[in-house]
């Protein structure tokens, strides 16, 4: 990917990862865990969210991260559950983002071109396929992403045997993306399995 493809792609990204922090923040505060509340976290402002250092990952090697969202499981009701909530907030933020971001874009179609510019078309066709790409990404059920955390709480794993699949998954995915960046060779068909899903339900909504 060139750099201008990429630039075009950091406005998507940046709201992406801002709307999904807001929302596991914004699940932990409605299940009665103020703790990010009190940091900041249940903001659109995306200073309060976007960690430099993974953006800039993000840009050059394909993979990065925001600031993660505390919460404490001492103010959940419930807290096998509710973990669950808030990491499927995150990414289920994306997909809605994506899907409304959609409809926007098909309502431009109509629109000509000399009244509407070619720039916020494109725009929304990056946002669009950022955010499917951070649901997708999202839910793969390795750490750290959010689908161990609701894959972990459905198995009810002890801390110590979470722990050690955590650590495992973890050293999989970075594997996997450090192999993939340095020679292009996919070693696990992650890449194809997160495109094959994302066009899919590109192709059902659009």
Not at 75 to 95: C, E, H, V, W
Not at 103 to 112: E, L, V
Request: charged share 15%; aromatic share 14%.
């Amino acid at each position: 990917m060139d750099w201008q493809s990429r630039l075009d792609l950091l406005p998507g990204i940046i709201i992406g990862l801002t709307v999904h922090e807001f929302s596991h923040a914004l699940m932990a505060f409605i299940l009665g865990d103020d703790t990010a509340k009190k940091e900041g976290r249940i903001t659109f402002n995306p200073f309060k969210h976007i960690d430099t250092v993974g953006l800039f990952c993000l840009i050059f090697i394909g993979f990065g991260w925001a600031k993660p969202v505390r919460f404490d499981p001492a103010k959940l009701k419930n807290f096998q559950r509710d973990r669950a909530l808030i990491a499927f907030a995150g990414p289920f933020s994306n997909l809605l983002l994506g899907i409304l971001l959609v409809n926007i874009y098909n309502g431009t179609i109509q629109i000509p071109a000399s009244v509407l510019n070619i720039f916020p078309r494109a725009f929304l066709l990056n946002a669009i396929y950022i955010n499917i790409v951070l649901f997708v990404f999202n839910m793969l059920p390795t750490q750290p992403l959010d689908g161990s955390h609701i894959l972990f709480s459905w198995l009810d794993f002890k801390p110590v045997t979470e722990t050690v699949f955590s650590v495992i998954g973890m050293l999989v995915l970075m594997t996997y993306i450090i192999v993939l960046h340095i020679t292009n060779v996919s070693i696990i068909p992650i890449d194809k399995i997160i495109y094959t899903i994302t066009k899919t339900i590109l192709d059902f909504f659009m």
